[in-house]
T-cell receptor, first 116, second 111 residues
Framework: GAVVSQHPSRVICKSGTSVKIECRSL??????MFWYRQFPKQSLMLMAT?????????EQGVEKDKFLINHASLTLSTLTVTSAHPEDSSFYIC????????????FGSGTRLTVV | GDSVTQMEGPVTLSEEAFLTINCTYT??????LFWYVQYPGEGLQLLLK?????DKGSNKGFEATYRKETTSFHLEKGSVQVSDSAVYFC??????????FGTGTSLTVIP
């Protein structure tokens, strides 16, 4: 079946540094990638939607200059957390439509980001 | 706005016990409802879904019924196994591609 490979699974970085999270579709073309994040004891919330070859669309309250999304190819979308701060510590997960109909979505395994 | 509320975990059960994870939702119109499961180290996988009121989704012994009158979609399994240990997410989707997820419920089944 369709697989989205997400890396890294865990990352610890210092405040002020940048971290890149990659999501690759391994056996299908992902023209769209959804990026979610989950703060402790809260729901998974949609952050942004990226489309191959165009600018990402960000949800209200998400800083586009802080969370840089690049979707340069049909198999790779990246999220870069720039100048990370402890409040950016969260669980980030990507998802792409991968099947027929309305329910074929494939999720990555998630990235646990800790900023110290 | 749309939202999903699910019971907080973690939940620990003995093998062969009965499982219920409660999920209620708030949405206008008629959303589709989903349960996703995330096994350790893996991505979220669709477990089951229901697209209209009174539909029952089922898979791998799990069931959930779309109850519009109580705006609920509780997940049940009659006899859990150790291999069911995972995090379970309730979600809804109305139109378009956006999902609204609950907080996730961690289930641990002990032998």
């Amino acid at each position: 079946g369709a697989v989205v490979s997400q890396h890294p699974s865990r990352v610890i970085c210092k405040s002020g540094t940048s971290v890149k999270i990659e999501c690759r579709s391994l056996d299908f073309q992902a023209t769209t990638m959804f990026w979610y994040r989950q703060f402790p004891k809260q729901s998974l919330m949609l952050m942004a939607t990226s489309n191959e070859g165009s600018k990402a669309t960000y949800e209200q309250g998400v800083e586009k200059d802080k969370f840089l999304i690049n979707h340069a190819s049909l198999t790779l979308s990246t999220l870069t957390v720039t100048s990370a701060h402890p409040e950016d510590s969260s669980f980030y997960i990507c998802s792409a439509p991968s099947g027929t109909g309305n329910y074929g979505y494939t999720f990555g395994s998630g990235t646990r980001l800790t900023v110290v | 706005g749309d939202s999903v509320t699910q019971m907080e975990g973690p939940v620990t059960l003995s093998e062969e016990a009965f499982l219920t994870i409660n999920c209620t939702y708030t949405a206008t119109g008629y959303p589709s409802l989903f349960w996703y499961v995330q096994y350790p180290g893996e991505g979220l996988q669709l477990l089951l879904k229901a697209t209209k009121a009174d539909d029952k989704g089922s898979n791998k012994g799990f069931e959930a019924t779309y109850r519009k009158e109580t705006t609920s979609f509780h997940l049940e399994k009659g006899s859990v196994q150790v291999s069911d240990s995972a995090v379970y997410f309730c979600a809804l989707r109305r139109t378009g591609n956006q999902f609204y997820f609950g907080t996730g419920t961690s289930l641990t089944v002990i032998p």
